[in-house]
């Protein structure tokens, strides 16, 4: 349990600073310094870290930054959707099992990543596709926290519930969250 948790305080951490990193990078290349550049596909926006980096950086930070992109969509949104789905069927199916034992998870997933696959090799624009997305993450992400805080304080079992400070503390945490989010997706859907 220890190793566990260890490995996924430093995956976040390494996650973060990763992100951080690219941030500033992107910040800089399409910063003022841009010279007006138009943002509207993938090439346009590798092209700023060329201008920034040098061909061979440029090319490896972004190739970096979308692999990193994916894989956390294909582990964290897919399998995290997979495991939803069969949850709301009734079916206690997850990666621990042999995917003969878990048909309906396993399937779920390939069907995703089968979707998703095709949805980005059709040609539309991935840059709207991804800003499309955001917006809707930050819409729904209120919802999401409100779910999760009335789990952890109706459906716990008595002996983990939130003590009654402590659900007022992060009530009072997740209530500017969601509020910055959903300001956030508003302004984002207007353009």
């Known amino acids: 349990m220890l190793a566990?948790?260890?490995?996924?305080?430093?995956?976040?951490?390494l996650c973060q600073v990763i992100t951080a990193g690219i941030l500033i990078a992107a910040a800089v290349a399409f910063g003022d310094g841009a010279g007006g550049q138009s943002l509207d596909t993938i090439p346009q926006i590798a092209g700023g870290f060329t201008r920034l980096l040098g061909p061979t950086g440029g090319k490896l930070l972004f190739a970096l930054a979308l692999s990193g992109g994916a894989l956390v969509a294909a582990i964290v949104v897919c399998l995290t959707s997979a495991w939803t789905l069969g949850e709301l069927a009734g079916k206690r199916e997850s990666?621990?099992?042999?995917?003969?034992?878990?048909?309906?998870?396993?399937?779920?997933?390939a069907a995703m990543l089968i979707v998703t696959g095709a949805l980005v090799s059709s040609g539309v624009n991935l840059v709207k596709l991804s800003i499309a997305t955001s917006v809707a993450n930050?819409?729904?992400?209120?919802?999401?926290?409100?779910?999760?805080?009335?789990?952890?304080?109706r459906e716990l079992p008595p002996a983990l519930r939130?003590?009654?400070?402590?659900?007022?503390?992060?009530?009072?945490?997740?209530?500017?969250?969601?509020?910055f989010s959903l300001y956030a997706g508003i302004v984002g859907s207007l353009g």
Not at 95 to 103: D, K, M, V
Not at 138 to 153: D, E, I, N, Q, R
């Open 4 to 13: 566990a948790r260890l490995d996924t305080l430093l995956g976040a951490i």
């Open 95 to 109: 990666l621990e099992q042999h995917p003969l034992e878990a048909p309906w998870f396993y399937g779920s997933f």
């Open 138 to 153: 930050a819409l729904l992400l209120p919802v999401m926290l409100a779910g999760l805080y009335w789990l952890a304080c």
């Open 162 to 179: 939130l003590s009654r400070r402590y659900r007022l503390a992060l009530a009072a945490l997740l209530l500017p969250v969601a509020g």
